[in-house]
């Protein structure tokens, strides 16, 4: 697939069914996505992957935080079931004196966009779930998360049951400007004195 190709028909699906990549395969993908930009090269996200029965064990703590109801008790607890693999994000910032936070999360986001495409071009498809239980306490000791990580949701991987429809992209002419098309602002000077 050309890179442009693969850019531009790459989906969130939702609907995922076997196979998914296996171990070998995941680390290869994993390897080619740790090339995204990433200054100071730190690193500063992990993965835990869940397959067959784990996914089932994050399903029971994420049922035990559904309450009383036994309906949403049930819901709660198939979720991780609709991919083969779930592949956990963990952003694990590094302190350092020049690269800071938010410069940390946009590599782990970079890192983690790239791994999608890389999915993708293979033939697999993957969606990024996140929602409230990514700060639930049992789902952070379930995935042994460390205090200063931060779960950013799951990679949703597997095969695509049917086909995503064509993605209609918006006129990219009205997200880039040259420095001559930008208005300058009004400054409101107050008088002084």
Same mark, same amino acid.
């Given at each position: 697939?050309?890179?442009?190709?693969?850019?531009?028909?790459?989906?969130?699906?939702?609907?995922?069914?076997?196979?998914?990549?296996?171990?070998?395969?995941?680390?290869?993908?994993?390897?080619?996505?740790?090339?995204?930009?990433?200054?100071?090269?730190?690193?500063?996200?992990?993965?835990?992957?869940?397959?067959?029965?784990?996914?089932?064990?994050?399903?029971?703590?994420?049922?035990?935080?559904? =309450?009383?109801?036994?309906?949403?008790?049930?819901? $709660? &607890?198939?979720? *991780?079931? %609709?991919? /083969?693999?779930?592949? !956990?994000?963990?952003?694990?910032?590094?302190?350092?004196?020049?690269?800071?936070?938010?410069?940390?999360?946009?590599?782990?986001?970079?890192?983690?966009?790239?791994?999608?495409?890389?999915?993708?071009?293979?033939?697999?498809?993957?969606?990024?779930?996140?929602?409230?239980?990514?700060?639930?306490?049992?789902?952070?000791?379930?995935?042994?998360?460390?205090?200063?990580?931060?779960?950013? =949701?799951?990679?949703?991987?597997?095969?695509?049951? $049917? &086909?995503?429809? *064509?993605? %209609?992209? /918006?006129?990219?002419? !009205?997200?880039?400007?040259?420095?001559?098309?930008?208005?300058?602002?009004?400054?409101?000077?107050?008088?002084?004195?």
């Amino acid at each position: 697939m050309e890179t442009l190709e693969t850019v531009l028909t790459r989906r969130s699906v939702g609907r995922l069914t076997e196979p998914a990549p296996d171990d070998g395969e995941l680390l290869a993908l994993v390897e080619a996505a740790m090339t995204a930009p990433d200054h100071g090269r730190l690193l500063p996200w992990r993965l835990i992957t869940l397959r067959g029965e784990e996914r089932a064990e994050l399903g029971r703590t994420f049922a035990a935080r559904a =309450g009383d109801d036994h309906l949403a008790r049930e819901r $709660a &607890a198939a979720k *991780p079931l %609709r991919a /083969p693999l779930l592949i !956990a994000i963990v952003f694990s910032p590094v302190a350092h004196r020049t690269v800071p936070r938010w410069e940390q999360l946009a590599s782990t986001v970079a890192a983690i966009h790239t791994l999608t495409l890389l999915l993708h071009d293979r033939g697999y498809a993957s969606i990024w779930r996140t929602g409230s239980l990514t700060r639930d306490t049992g789902v952070r000791t379930l995935l042994r998360l460390d205090p200063g990580e931060q779960l950013l =949701g799951w990679l949703y991987t597997g095969t695509a049951v $049917a &086909a995503p429809p *064509p993605r %209609r992209l /918006p006129d990219p002419r !009205a997200r880039i400007r040259t420095l001559s098309q930008i208005e300058v602002p009004h400054l409101q000077v107050e008088a002084c004195c």
